[in-house]
C-alpha cells in the first residue's frame, strides 16, 4: 500500500468523526462500515476481482463532487454549472491514456459490464459512421431511418460477437447467452483446448472464418494464462472484425508493465474496457480505452448508454491512476504475478489441481473435483475458515454456473497488504487443508447434496489462527484506528 502510517493516523480522526456523524442518522450503516473494516483486515481475501484501495481514493469519493449532473463530454455538456466535474474528468482520462498508451479514454462507465456496453455501442455505431463499411452513406447515427437500421443488421452480418466462454474464463458480457450481450447479439463462443486447457488460436481463427463477426471480444475473468493479442488482432483482421478487448482482470498487470509486447492489449485492441478496482487497486469503476477514430462513438455513452457520471467515483478514478503512475506500483504488479507463482506451486506441490496446471497471471483457478466436492461447498467451508473467495465453473464444467466444480484466487488484495511469496505457499497450505478436511454432504432425503458440506472439527479455527498471524504481520491501513 502507498499509505503511510502517518497519513492513515490523520485519517483515523477523520473517519471517526465522519462515522460518529453518520452514526447519529442511521447507527446501522455506521456500524456496518465499521464491521465492513474489521472483517477485511481479518480474513484472507483472495477473490480475484477485489482489492484495497488507497485511503486517499476512498477519501476522494466521500465529497460533494458526487452531487453534480454532468451527462456529456468535458466542455459539452447537458448542464449547466461543469466546470470542476470537467477538470476531475479531464484529469483522469489524462492519466489514463498516459498510463496505458492510449490515444483516448473515457472514464465514465460505472462498472465492467457499462464499460462494455458502451465499447459495444460505439463499435456498432462507428461502423454506420464509416460509409465505406456500411455501404450507407450515414454521417451520424441519429439521421438513420427505420429501413436504414433494418439494412444495416443485414450489412452488418446480423451483428455477430465472438467471445470467450464463460466456463473457458470469459465473462458474462463475452457473449454468454442469458447475458444481454448474447442477446442483442448474435453469439459465438471460442474455448480452449480441452488437453491442456489453453486458448487455442487455431480454433478462435477458424470459428470467425466460418461464424464472420462484426466484433471478436478477448479478455477473461477466470483464465489463469496471458493472451496474445498480435495473434487475436491478425484474427480480428482477417476476417473484417473489430478487436475488442476486456482487461478488466488483467489491467494493473498492464499498468505495472508485466504484460508487454504482444500481451499489451491497448495498441492492438480497436476498443479496450477495464475496471478500475480489481489488479488496478481504484474505485468501483470502469474505462474504454479506444483508438482515436472511435472516440466520437465512445463519447456519447453517456446519455446513450450510460446514466449521469459519478464525479466523484471519476475524480477517485483520477487518483487512482496518478498512484498506478508512480514506480511503486510497476514493483507491485511484479509481486502480483510472482505471488500467483508461489500460490500455483504451492497448491500443485500439495496434490490439488489446477486448470492448465498453473497460472501465469494474477489467477489460479482450483478444480476442486479432485477434493470430491463442488465450487459451492469448498467456497463456504473456505469462508467458515476465513479464507474468502468465489466458486467458478472450469472448462467444460459438469456442475453448470451455479454449483461449479472450481474456486477462483487472486492475488492482488493480498499483495497490496504486503504477503510474500512465503506467504502464499503458507495460504496454500491452509487452503488444501481446509479442502482436505471437507465432506460433500446429502440433502434431507439422503442423496448427495451439491451445496451442503461437513469442514471437520476445529479445522476452521485453526486455519483463522494461522491467517491470522500472517494478517497481523501485514496490516491493512496501519495506522487506520477507528
Ligand atoms: N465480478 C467480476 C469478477 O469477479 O470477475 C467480473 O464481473
Redesign the pocket.
Known amino acids: 500500500m502507498t499509505d503511510s502510517q502517518e497519513l492513515a493516523a490523520s485519517a483515523s480522526q477523520i473517519y471517526r468523526t465522519a462515522l460518529d456523524i453518520i452514526g447519529g442518522i442511521e447507527p446501522r450503516i455506521a456500524e456496518a462500515t465499521r464491521s465492513e473494516l474489521a472483517d477485511q483486515r481479518a480474513s484472507l481475501k483472495l477473490i ?2 477485489e482489492n484495497y484501495a488507497s485511503l486517499p481514493v476512498l477519501m476522494t469519493m466521500g465529497t460533494w463532487m458526487s452531487d453534480k449532473y454532468a451527462e456529456g463530454t468535458v466542455g459539452h455538456r447537458f448542464y449547466a454549472g461543469c466546470q470542476n466535474v470537467d477538470t476531475v474528468e479531464a484529469v483522469a482520462a489524462e492519466h489514463a491514456r498516459e498510463l496505458f498508451g492510449a490515444p483516448y479514454a473515457y472514464v465514465q462507465p460505472h462498472s ?1 459490464i457499462d464499460a462494455n456496453l458502451v465499447a459495444f455501442w460505439a463499435i456498432l455505431a462507428h461502423r454506420v459512421e464509416a460509409p465505406e463499411l456500411a455501404g450507407l452513406g450515414a454521417k451520424n447515427v441519429n439521421e438513420l431511418s427505420e429501413q436504414d437500421w433494418e439494412q444495416l443488421r443485414g450489412k452488418l452480418g446480423n451483428q455477430r460477437l465472438l467471445g470467450m466462454s464463460l466456463d473457458a474464463g470469459g ?1 458474462l458480457t463475452h457473449g454468454f447467452r442469458p447475458n444481454i450481450s448474447g442477446k442483442m447479439f448474435h453469439q459465438r463462443q471460442y474455448g480452449t483446448d480441452p488437453s491442456t486447457g489453453l486458448l487455442d488460436y487455431d480454433q478462435v481463427a477458424a470459428t470467425a472464418r466460418e461464424f464472420k463477426p462484426l466484433i471478436i471480444v478477448a479478455g477473461y ?1 477466470a483464465y489463469p494464462r496471458r493472451v496474445n493479442f498480435a495473434k487475436m488482432r491478425e484474427i480480428a483482421d482477417e476476417v473484417g472484425a473489430t478487436l475488442m478487448v476486456d482487461m ?2 488483467f489491467a494493473g498487470l498492464v499498468a505495472g508493465k508485466v504484460f508487454t509486447g504482444d500481451e499489451n492489449p491497448v495498441p492492438f485492441a480497436q476498443v479496450t474496457t477495464t475496471t478500475t478496482h480489481k489488479s488496478l487497486r481504484g474505485p468501483r469503476g470502469g474505462i474504454v480505452l479506444a483508438q482515436e477514430e472511435y472516440a466520437p462513438a465512445v463519447d456519447r455513452g453517456c446519455p446513450m448508454v450510460l446514466g449521469g457520471p459519478l464525479s466523484h467515483v471519476m475524480a477517485a478514478k483520477a487518483v487512482a491512476l496518478a498512484e498506478a503512475r508512480q514506480p511503486a506500483f510497476q514493483e507491485y504488479a511484479q509481486n502480483v504475478a510472482d505471488n500467483a507463482q508461489s500460490f500455483a506451486e504451492g497448491l500443485m506441490k500439495r496434490g490439488a489441481k489446477l486448470v492448465t496446471d498453473g497460472t501465469d497471471n494474477h489467477l489460479v483457478l482450483l478444480d476442486v473435483s479432485s477434493f470430491g466436492l463442488t465450487g459451492r461447498q469448498a467456497e463456504s467451508a473456505l469462508l467458515d475458515a476465513g479464507v474468502v473467495t ?1 466458486r467458478n465453473s472450469v472448462p467444460a464444467d459438469p456442475n453448470g454456473a451455479w454449483y461449479t466444480s472450481g474456486i477462483r484466487f487472486g492475488t492482488p488484495a493480498l499483495t497490496s497488504r504486503g504477503f510474500t511469496g512465503e506467504d502464499f505457499d503458507r495460504v496454500a497450505e491452509l487452503v488444501v487443508d481446509v479442502l482436505a478436511r471437507t465432506e460433500p454432504g446429502t440433502t434431507k432425503d439422503g442423496k448427495p447434496s451439491k451445496a451442503s458440506y461437513r469442514l471437520a472439527d476445529g479445522v476452521a479455527d485453526r486455519t483463522k489462527a494461522a491467517a491470522a498471524e500472517m494478517l497481523d504481520a501485514h496490516p491493512l491501513y496501519p495506522g487506520l484506528e477507528l
Open positions: 480475484a476481482s465492467g465473462h475473468s478488466a482482470h468465489n
